[in-house]
């Protein structure tokens, strides 16, 4: 069966979705696209696609099996329950909402009309993530202590809509909310404590950069940071483990692991090392033989995935790859983050 499916907000994550189904999922019909700009419904006509002249036109046709809402994120609560309503399955673009209570609401219609709804989490389909997942998941390195996951530009701007409060702009909501779902998806344990500094170094009513702290109940510390005023780059991943450390050093996935290679006594440990800013024992290098360096491990990921899952559902023979209630958690995460960062202080919680 081909499913149709019609883009609300045809603006650039709306055109990617179009290009990229037509690319690579022949089970997806893009039919048509609303948007309030004139200018994009006359881009969708120009690519062969039905433009609605309004949403009440969309919702009466009975033809679209799902709908995609990719408008500024303070529209998506609004957008994605009338579509539920109007009898489609919705594919919700990040953040899902504005906060977890507008979230609830959705989750409310859903069950209420029985359709699927899910949001576009496509970063946990991103190759540099899937390989750290792997590590996790198999132990590679043993067990996780020190999570760090980086994303930093330096070109100082919040484009359109994203430097405003009113549509949730600014960047825990943009690129924030990508990295921690990553690692609230990968890390299997319950998050009991968030830090959240938010920064405002050019916007005047958003955060343009961000850095915020993680504590799950198995001890795991992920720090997250979104920086837009970066202008040396660190590694978009760097994660201590009890058997070894991985870095990636970007989107490209070089990177490595280095492992320990044995646990014996090996009677160097107690070395003062005499270095140029002067002795030390603790810090001092660690002989060759004693680790091994590994590739990171080989991964296979394709973001349709994220489609053929959505459909999977629709038909009953998937479980949701993102899942309402790990979306809700995240939004319950991202609300505390915010109050963390108004109130100055960590907050505890057991999410
Ligand atoms: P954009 O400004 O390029 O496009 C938004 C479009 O929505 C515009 O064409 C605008 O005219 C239209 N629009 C605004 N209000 C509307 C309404 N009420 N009804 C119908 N159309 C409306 O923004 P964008 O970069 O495409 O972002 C859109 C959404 O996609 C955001 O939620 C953003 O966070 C998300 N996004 C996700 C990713 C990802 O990797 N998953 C990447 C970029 C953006």
Redesign the pocket.
């Known amino acids: 069966m081909k499913y149709n499916l019609a883009i609300?907000?045809?603006?650039?994550?709306?055109s990617y979705h179009f290009s990229s189904i037509r690319e690579q999922l022949p089970e997806i019909n893009v039919v048509g696209v609303?948007?309030?700009?004139e200018e994009?419904r006359n881009a969708a006509k120009e690519q062969g696609l039905k433009a609605y002249d309004s949403l009440e036109e969309l919702e009466q046709d009975g033809t679209i099996d799902i709908v995609l809402v990719?408008?500024?994120?303070n529209?998506?609560k609004d957008?994605s329950i009338r579509m539920l309503r109007s009898g489609k399955n919705v594919v919700c673009?990040?953040?899902v909402t504005m906060n977890a209570a507008e979230l609830e609401e959705i989750i409310a219609v859903m069950t209420e009309t029985g359709k699927h709804f899910s949001v576009?989490q496509?970063?946990r389909w991103d190759k540099d993530f899937v390989i750290m997942k792997k590590i996790v998941d198999e132990s590679l390195l043993g067990r996780p202590y020190v999570i760090e996951s980086r994303v930093q530009g330096s070109k100082r701007v919040l484009a359109?809509?994203r430097g405003y409060k009113i549509n949730g702009g600014g960047m825990v909501l943009?690129w924030g909310i990508h990295l921690l779902d990553q690692i609230m998806w990968m890390i299997k344990a319950p998050v009991v404590e968030v830090h959240a500094d938010l920064f405002q170094l050019y916007s005047t009513e958003v955060d343009d950069n961000c850095r915020l702290l993680v504590n799950f109940e198995n001890g795991v510390s992920a720090l997250i940071e979104v920086s837009t005023n970066c202008f040396i780059n660190q590694a978009r991943w760097h994660m201590q483990c009890s058997d070894g450390t991985v870095v990636i050093n970007g989107w490209d996935c070089s990177g490595k692991m280095v492992k320990l290679a044995d646990d014996r006594d090996l009677g160097w440990t107690d070395e003062i090392v005499y270095t140029e800013a002067g002795p030390t024992r603790t810090m001092a290098p660690r002989p060759r033989e004693t680790t091994s360096e590994l590739p990171l491990p080989e991964v296979e990921t394709h973001w349709s995935d994220f489609y053929r899952n959505f459909i999977a559902v629709i038909e009953h023979r998937a479980e949701p790859a993102v899942k309402v209630s790990e979306s809700l958690r995240v939004m319950k995460v991202i609300d505390l983050l915010f109050q963390s960062a108004e109130e100055g202080h960590s907050i505890r919680c057991n999410l």
């Open positions: 609300v907000g045809f603006g650039g994550m709306g609303y948007d309030i700009r994009r990719a408008t500024p994120n529209f998506h957008l673009e990040k953040p576009h496509n970063r359109g809509w943009d």
